[in-house]
């Protein structure tokens, strides 16, 4: 059971009610953070206020129990990629990622944020959202840039390999590119006729 308390939110001692970090972000100690309905700040470790605190260009308020209105931005991206994707991941920078869940508790719903380093299948995913593919159609494009083949995108997704077939098709045709190549390429910052 959650409760918004004032002692809720986790510091390091520093009394402007944020901690510092030193040294890249770790799995250790993840920089999680929790947003309750309201968008308020329920729970948060202090990598993730820090994490906050660089990705946001306003100063944030100085007990941190509210969100800084530009990150409330990525939050309404977040929430949209829940309801639309297989992975709820936004790039809140080139080097930053933040991933999402959804927690219920006493009938409201609040979000897990975990920021973290970004990973070039990160940014491959965010690039694949300009396209208004389905959420099915945005797994299989996912998978197409890790370089699965249609069989192994079928097995991974428990689908016939003539559904993969058909779901890249019309990918290719959304896309406006000729080739799974020129989509990859298209996707990770290559020209789109699938030359790098």
């Known amino acids: 059971m959650l409760r918004r308390m004032p002692s809720a ?4 001692g520093d009394s402007r009610g944020f901690g510092s970090v030193e040294g890249p972000l770790s ?10 309905p309201d968008d308020s700040v329920a729970m948060a470790a202090p990598e993730a ?26 939050l309404r991206e977040l929430r949209h990629a829940l309801l639309t994707s297989a992975a709820p991941v936004i790039m809140i920078s080139q080097t930053l990622a933040c991933r ?21 299948r990160d940014a491959a995913r965010e690039q694949l959202d300009m396209f208004g593919f389905t959420p099915r159609e945005h797994e299989v494009a996912a998978l197409m840039t890790e ?3 249609n069989r192994d995108i079928a097995d991974r997704l ?3 390999e003539n559904t993969v077939e058909s779901h890249i098709k019309r990918i290719l045709t959304k896309a406006h590119v000729p080739s799974r190549a020129a989509l990859v390429s298209k996707v990770l910052g290559g020209s789109s006729d699938g030359r790098p």
């Open 9 to 12: 939110i986790v510091t390091n």
């Open 27 to 36: 799995r250790s100690r993840p920089a999680a953070l929790l947003v309750a």
């Open 49 to 74: 206020l820090e994490r906050l605190r660089e990705a946001t260009p306003e100063a944030p308020a100085a007990d941190f129990r509210s969100l800084p209105q530009g990150f409330r931005t990525h």
């Open 100 to 120: 999402a869940c959804v927690l219920h508790a006493d009938g409201a719903e609040y979000l897990l944020l975990l920021f973290e380093p970004a990973t070039r």
């Open 147 to 149: 370089g699965l083949s």
């Open 158 to 160: 428990c689908v016939t």
